[in-house]
């Protein structure tokens, strides 16, 4: 009986954990390095249907780093992969912001 409560409180905390750390209601800030910061609204993701995975462990690690370069714009890397031009808008100016 104690390995059964002990298994429904970790299978509890992981659950409470994975819903913590998501991401997908809040914003997260990147430098921009130069151009203006870099706004990512998970809120605005989810109201499109995308859940974390669509993005997370298919195009990006799990981690909040945005480690991009400029020929990274030109090719589909990254949030690129969605934000081509066709499938999603790319311009400049939705992303980076004067802050």
């Known amino acids: 009986m104690r390995n059964v409560l ?3 409180i ?3 905390l992981c659950t409470l954990g994975s819903v913590v750390f998501a991401t997908s209601d809040k914003a997260l800030l990147y430098g921009g390095a ?7 609204d998970g809120r605005l993701h989810a109201s499109r249907g995308l ?3 669509d993005c997370h462990s298919a195009i990006f690690d799990t981690k909040k780093k945005a480690l991009m370069t400029m020929d990274d714009h030109f090719k589909a890397v990254a949030c690129f992969t969605c934000h081509d031009g066709t499938k999603v808008f790319n311009d ?5 912001r004067k802050l």
């Open 6 to 8: 002990v298994g429904v």
């Open 10 to 12: 970790a299978l509890t």
């Open 34 to 40: 130069g151009q203006g910061r870099v706004i990512f």
């Open 51 to 53: 859940v974390c995975k």
């Open 92 to 96: 400049c100016e939705k992303c980076h």
